[in-house]
């Protein structure tokens, strides 16, 4: 396939972002897992759970065990389908967005994103990533780690050995 060139003046309406938007640098934390479970049975998922923040800010902490125990009733009430049972979460400022890989198609991750208000799980709701987007920015640099330690865990012989490896390949520090 011949690719065609792109002249500058094509360029001139695409990428126009105001002079004012700025975005400060993330930095990620690695928060633990969420493991939702019923009464004594098996789990139906494990999260690696990530608390993003601006540079320099802390979540505040009952903000990230409310976010756990959101995520850990979303899928015991079947919002959030457990499919392979590996994923991982990101808190971020208003939202929480949860990925967990496929099982039809394993080499895809499933997403769902809530937002809500003012540090408040009681409003949290689902947001249509078709019209929001699925990841920030910010958060691709974690899909990114996510999606490195799936292809290790994904190319090896998917022991249980390897399943250990993948719970512990985390990311933490600057984005």
Request: glycine share 4%; hydrophobic share 35%; with cysteine.
């Amino acid at each position: 396939m011949k690719r065609s060139k792109i002249g500058s003046q094509e360029l001139e309406s695409l990428g126009n972002i105001p002079k004012s938007y700025a975005n400060p640098q993330r930095a990620v934390r690695f928060e633990g897992y969420v493991i939702p479970r019923k009464e004594n049975q098996d789990p139906k998922a494990i999260f690696k759970f990530y608390d993003m923040v601006i540079r320099g800010e802390k979540t505040p902490r009952e903000l990230v065990v409310d976010a756990k125990k959101f995520l850990e009733n979303e899928v015991n009430k079947k919002v959030i389908l457990p499919h392979l049972g590996m994923g991982f979460a990101i808190l971020s400022r208003n939202t929480l967005n949860a990925a967990l890989w496929d099982k039809s198609e394993p080499i895809v991750p499933v997403n769902y994103l809530y937002e809500f208000e003012h540090n408040n799980f009681n409003t949290a709701t689902k947001v249509d990533i078709n019209k929001k987007g699925a990841f920030c920015m910010w958060e691709l640099e974690i899909v990114n780690h996510e999606k490195e330690a799936w292809k290790k865990y994904f190319y090896s012989d998917r022991k249980n050995i390897y399943k250990l490896a993948w719970t512990t390949d985390t990311i933490q520090g600057d984005l």
